[in-house]
């Protein structure tokens, strides 16, 4: 049996697989305070303790991912009140006595959608998600990519569309992507959320803007195999159309895809695409221990 966590900044998953990647258990609490929280997973996967093999832990950030750092693990400079430096994995780890692998959410989505999802059969895979904030992991040769920590795509800066005065709402950034394209910054200036903002309202053509410059600074980055889209923004119906034709408007050819509507996408597993990395992940480190 496998363990995953989907850490969001809003709710936490939790799930149990068998080792086919069936789910047997499933739960979801509110993001809180760190000690609450924790006791919740304790509790929960604690039922399962001697069965589970190990944990995949996908978790909002920054967070420290590197083994060989003293803070592996660690929540960092996260506007979370209460998360800031806070040992995630060693938490975990010590209430249960179960090994815990860590990486981002949007990377254990990437991870479950190149595996079981849109990217099945590909080594290459983008994932962005825009809904509550806006991030992005990629997969290369079917495996995770970084250096000192883990990507922060979602703060790439974009060039604002020229009919959007909107200021942006990122704390660090203002106008990155976030700032500009994430869920609250529609509801910010309209008052409403974009699922009831009708897709004939002009906005959508500067949101697509943006979300198109951003597949197309992945595309030059990383090439990859797909790019699968996901969240709650991107799930209004016609957007993704508008984001492709943006996209191609930008890279004009300069950079040949066969067929765009195959290689920018939804996601197979939408809602579950952590999950399953997170499972994945787990299975995956546990056989490379054993060896």
Not at 173 to 196: M, N, V, Y
Not at 255 to 261: H, K
Request: include cysteine; hydrophobic fraction near 35%; aromatic fraction near 10%.
């Amino acid at each position: 049996m496998y363990g995953a966590i989907e850490a969001g900044g809003t709710k936490m998953i939790c799930a149990v697989s068998d080792e086919n990647f069936n789910i047997i258990e499933k739960i979801q609490f509110p993001t809180t305070l760190p000690e609450e929280n924790i006791k919740e997973m304790i509790d929960f996967f604690g039922k399962y303790d001697k069965a589970l093999k190990a944990i995949g832990l996908g978790t909002f950030g920054p967070v420290d991912i590197n083994p060989e750092s003293k803070t592996y693990g660690y929540i960092l400079n996260t506007p979370k009140k209460g998360w800031q430096n806070f040992d995630f994995v060693g938490s975990l780890e010590k209430g249960l006595g179960i090994d815990v692998y860590l990486t981002t959410d949007v990377n254990a989505a990437a991870y479950g959608e190149l595996k079981e999802g849109a990217g099945k059969g590909q080594n290459s895979l983008a994932y962005y998600t825009f809904g509550t904030g806006v991030g992005g992991g990629v997969i290369q040769n079917k495996d995770f990519i970084g250096g000192r920590g883990h990507q922060e795509l979602g703060h790439m800066i974009v060039n604002k569309h020229p009919d959007d005065k909107f200021e942006g709402i990122c704390y660090a950034h203002g106008t990155c992507l976030e700032g500009l394209a994430s869920g609250p910054s529609i509801e910010k200036r309209f008052g409403i959320p974009g699922k009831d903002l009708p897709i004939e309202d002009k906005f959508w053509d500067i949101e697509a803007y943006y979300i198109g410059q951003c597949v197309y600074n992945t595309v030059l980055a990383f090439n990859p195999d797909v790019i699968v889209l996901g969240g709650g923004v991107i799930q209004k119906e016609g957007l993704i159309e508008k984001v492709r034709d943006n996209y191609k408007k930008l890279m004009n050819d300069y950079i040949s895809v066969e067929n765009v509507d195959k290689y920018i996408v939804k996601p197979d597993r939408n809602g579950e695409s952590a999950i399953i990395g997170a499972l994945l992940l787990a299975r995956d480190k546990a056989r490379e221990k054993v060896g």
